[in-house]
């Protein structure tokens, strides 16, 4: 049972209403009454002396009206309230579908430094344009285009009639080709952003943890890992790792700061909630399996299966301020050894996000810390817990 009243709030745009629930700290009696107020925004409940507003995530259709409460003896009461039809000045909150610190949001000409210290890693001056990397699957669809685009046979194997390898990799968009970091160039991902060597300083390059780095990476020597972990030279913090086979130095967007047109400064919970849509968009697919990366994390590490059950609500609660795009899912933890034994399974039908163990933990931390938003009825299903994060 709740401590205190309660209340959450919930916009479902696709259905057009509003799910509100009011959690009490004993049943219901004579004393409990909800009000919504003339404004159709407020919402107010009062229980035992008690009392307590919300701001909804939308204004809805009735004003000024006593909700019904039900039955007595009730610790959790829910409403569906129908959304106000929109007009010029009041519609829906805006949903934010795309990643934070996209390559047009970015000034050039401006520094990027470690958020938690302050030291420049890239300096100023040095960046005259950011560039947006396209989707993971950019190489597979140019190769699809490449294929079927008609009336162009001049580079096709004779065997098959479809574009070569050799062609289609000569021409930069191949299965096999990759994209390299550029000088004086900034490559905006969904959650990094991507820099060749040479343009970067006070960075400490490690396989494994900062003591064991150099500030050359040269002088690790030659190694066969997929990449480097990256440290701040100044603070010991970790921004990101050096991925070979772009020859890119690759900052993670919660690690670091640059001048925005919109002062942004997003976290991992906006990242991964990026990530989380696109994969959703490319492979339909609304299960994902957060995973730490090999060259940071490990096979003890923990990793997060989750399963998306609506990437575009609007939420409100009283136990936080305004109102917040979220994604909601059911979560649950797992070993690294775990998730990739799932991973291999022909039937799964997860596909891997990875990141760094220690943004795994702080994703946890915010979802765990999100489900107490929600009404205590509904903070679980079966083995799974439900939790919000943040877009």
């Known amino acids: 049972m709740v401590s205190k009243l309660h209340l959450y709030a919930e916009l479902l745009p696709n259905l057009r209403w509003i799910s509100l629930a009011a959690s009490f700290p004993s049943p219901t009696d004579a004393t409990t009454r909800a009000t919504l107020a003339s404004d159709g925004i407020t919402v107010e409940v009062a229980h035992h002396g008690e009392l307590s507003r919300l701001e909804l995530p939308a204004k809805a259709a009735l004003g000024a009206s006593n909700l019904m409460t039900r039955k007595y003896g009730d610790t959790t009461l829910t409403w569906r309230l129908e959304i106000a039809p929109p007009d010029r000045s009041d519609g829906l909150p805006l949903q934010r579908n795309a ?52 009336d162009d046979h001049s580079h096709q194997d004779d065997t098959t009639g479809k574009a070569d390898d050799k062609s289609l990799a000569t021409r930069g968009y191949g299965a096999s080709s990759a994209i390299s970091a550029q000088q004086k160039v900034g490559l905006v991902d969904l959650t990094t952003l991507l820099f060749v060597e040479t343009d970067c300083r006070s960075l400490r390059f490690s396989l494994s943890g900062f003591e064991e780095g150099s500030s050359s990476r040269q002088d690790l020597g030659e190694t066969k890992a997929a990449s480097l972990n990256i440290f701040c030279s100044s603070c010991h913090e970790q921004l990101g790792f050096f991925n070979f086979r772009a020859a890119a130095v690759t900052l993670l967007k919660w690690q670091v700061s640059c001048k925005s047109k919109h002062g942004t400064l997003p976290g991992v919970e906006e990242c991964l909630s990026a990530a989380i849509i696109s994969t959703i968009s490319r492979s339909g697919s609304s299960k994902s399996l957060i995973c730490p990366m090999t060259a940071i994390g490990g096979s003890r590490e923990r990793a997060i299966h989750i399963w998306v059950l609506n990437s575009g609500i609007v939420y409100s609660s009283s136990l936080s301020s305004g109102q917040t795009p979220a994604i909601k899912l059911l979560y649950r933890l797992m070993d690294h050894g775990e998730a990739e034994r799932l991973l291999e399974e022909i039937t799964c039908d997860a596909q891997e996000i990875t990141l760094p163990s220690k943004a795994i933990g702080q994703v946890i931390s915010h979802l765990d810390s999100s489900s107490f938003l929600l009404p205590y009825s509904e903070r679980t299903l079966k083995e799974w817990k439900v939790g919000l994060l943040q877009r």
């Not at 990027?112 to 302050?118: E, H, L, P, S, T």
């Not at 560039?131 to 597979?140: G, R, T, Y």
């Open 99 to 150: 990643a934070l610190w996209s390559a047009t949001e970015l000034e050039t000409g401006h520094g990027v430094a470690c958020r938690k210290c302050g030291t420049l890693i890239v300096g100023e001056g040095i960046l005259e344009e950011w560039k947006d990397l396209p989707s993971e699957n950019w190489a597979e669809m140019m190769e699809f285009w490449h294929c079927h685009k008609p």
